[in-house]
């Protein structure tokens, strides 16, 4: 599956760097554009992404993925500035609390990845394997 131009997610959707908006007139599909201004100006995009980038316009898009990329940092502001819990701190904690610290330190590195994409802070090979051996050790 393609990768998120602007986080590194995988893809489902298709953004188009200059919006559609921005050259609709009501005569005009988005088809007709994609003919006119080409592929180079569709990047594969996931949900959330393209969300974010609604119908802005840059000048490229490197500028709308640092925009995007600011966004996500706002949004996970509260995830990103979690404390950091050491194996034996979180070991001397409850299976419960123990459990949500661990989600919650996966989903920091997921969202720390996304915002430096394609810079991985924590690589996703290990991240993936961290995450199947969480979800192996919890069923």
């Given at each position: 599956?393609?990768?998120?131009?602007?986080?590194?997610?995988?893809?489902?959707?298709?953004d188009h760097?200059?919006?559609?908006?921005?050259?609709?007139?009501?005569?005009?599909?988005?088809?007709?554009?994609?003919?006119?201004?080409?592929?180079?100006?569709?990047?594969?995009?996931?949900?959330?992404?393209?969300?974010?980038?609604?119908?802005?316009?840059?000048?490229?898009?490197?500028k709308k993925?640092?925009?995007?990329?600011?966004?996500?940092?706002?949004?996970?502001?509260?995830?990103?500035?979690?404390?950091?819990?050491?194996?034996?701190?979180?070991?001397?904690?409850?299976?419960?609390?123990?459990?949500?610290?661990?989600?919650?330190?996966?989903?920091?590195?997921w969202i720390?990845?996304?915002?430096?994409?394609?810079?991985?802070?924590?690589?996703?090979?290990?991240?993936?394997?961290?995450?199947?051996?969480?979800?192996?050790?919890?069923?």
């Amino acid at each position: 599956m393609p990768k998120c131009f602007y986080c590194g997610d995988d893809s489902n959707t298709k953004d188009h760097v200059i919006p559609v908006s921005y050259y609709y007139n009501g005569k005009r599909s988005g088809r007709h554009l994609t003919a006119i201004y080409g592929k180079e100006n569709l990047v594969d995009c996931c949900r959330e992404c393209n969300c974010i980038a609604s119908n802005k316009v840059f000048d490229d898009r490197y500028k709308k993925k640092d925009h995007i990329q600011e966004r996500l940092k706002e949004k996970y502001k509260r995830i990103i500035n979690m404390p950091f819990w050491s194996d034996e701190e979180v070991k001397e904690m409850g299976y419960k609390f123990r459990k949500e610290i661990k989600i919650q330190q996966l989903a920091r590195k997921w969202i720390l990845n996304r915002i430096d994409y394609p810079n991985e802070i924590y690589p996703n090979v290990l991240l993936n394997r961290e995450l199947a051996n969480f979800i192996n050790n919890e069923l």
